[in-house]
């Protein structure tokens, strides 16, 4: 087991723990009794809480790896969520709400390829089921990493370590009709690797992987190539839409062409406060 070390960010704004890994960016992340979360990130397992202290805050990571510009880039520190947040408003008021509710929201740099096979795991699917079976994933084809407080973690699978899943073996674990998904994926991405140019050849690139819908399109072009123009539209956004301005549910287009309009290159941002606080509603 390596050893522990501690990597500490303080005088931070804008982070809140459960905005950041409860608004449905990731999955391998999990809240302990006293609100911070131990989880798994490039390989390196970490448990990471928050100190308040006034209007600021500190980030305190313990972790079994990862350097200092590793987990500030992570976090998405270098980013001024505040100026996003007074951009939003300024154009569309009605995400006052949502905003001051979740605004410890940041969008995490994840790795391109976990983010990929994530949401090709989440689709039809809930959040404990999909953190069971990524986990599941990472158990079965990914390096241990070791033991961290209590449990054995594992990374998530390389490209190369899942390109040696079966159909048979993935059928254990109960991922169900992904398994064909998943088989194939890591061969696609062996053959293009990660998707460049403007936000519709990247969608388009996207959509070539066996089992990637619009949807789930958006949500890997948003978290896994943070490209905050991505505006991911599922069941609970088209409610969101339905119910805070009028849109008829079945019409994604008219939603699509709104987000464009009214949010712009801020579209994911957007739609990440309006997900995470509509879902808290309820």
Request: glycine share 8%.
């Amino acid at each position: 087991m390596n050893d522990i070390k501690v990597i500490r960010f303080d005088n931070l704004h804008d982070i809140e723990l459960p905005h950041v890994f409860e608004c449905g960016q990731c999955f391998r992340w999990n809240e302990c009794e006293d609100g911070s979360y131990i989880g798994v990130a490039g390989g390196h397992a970490a448990h990471v809480s928050l100190e308040h202290d006034g209007d600021s805050c500190s980030l305190i990571i313990e972790c079994t790896g990862g350097s200092e510009e590793y987990w500030h880039s992570y976090f998405d520190l270098d980013t001024d969520y505040g100026a996003m947040k007074r951009a939003l408003l300024a154009g569309e008021p009605k995400l006052a709400k949502s905003i001051d509710v979740c605004h410890g929201i940041r969008i995490l740099n994840q790795d391109y390829w976990e983010v990929l096979i994530s949401f090709i795991v989440s689709q039809n699917n809930n959040i404990p089921r999909i953190k069971k079976c990524i986990e599941s994933l990472a158990k079965n084809y990914g390096t241990e990493i070791g033991e961290f407080m209590g449990e054995v973690r594992y990374a998530f699978p390389t490209p190369e370590q899942l390109s040696k899943a079966t159909l048979e073996e993935l059928a254990d674990l109960k991922l169900g009709y992904r398994n064909a998904y998943l088989v194939s994926a890591p061969k696609h991405f062996a053959e293009h690797g990660v998707p460049t140019g403007t936000t519709e050849e990247k969608h388009k690139a996207l959509l070539s992987y066996l089992g990637v819908g619009p949807k789930v399109a958006n949500c890997i072009l948003l978290f896994g190539l943070r490209d905050f123009t991505a505006f991911p539209i599922d069941i609970w956004m088209k409610k969101i839409m339905v119910d805070l301005y009028g849109f008829d549910i079945k019409d994604i287009k008219g939603m699509q062409k709104f987000a464009d309009e009214h949010f712009g290159e801020l579209g994911g941002i957007a739609q990440q406060y309006l997900f995470y606080y509509y879902r808290s509603m309820q």
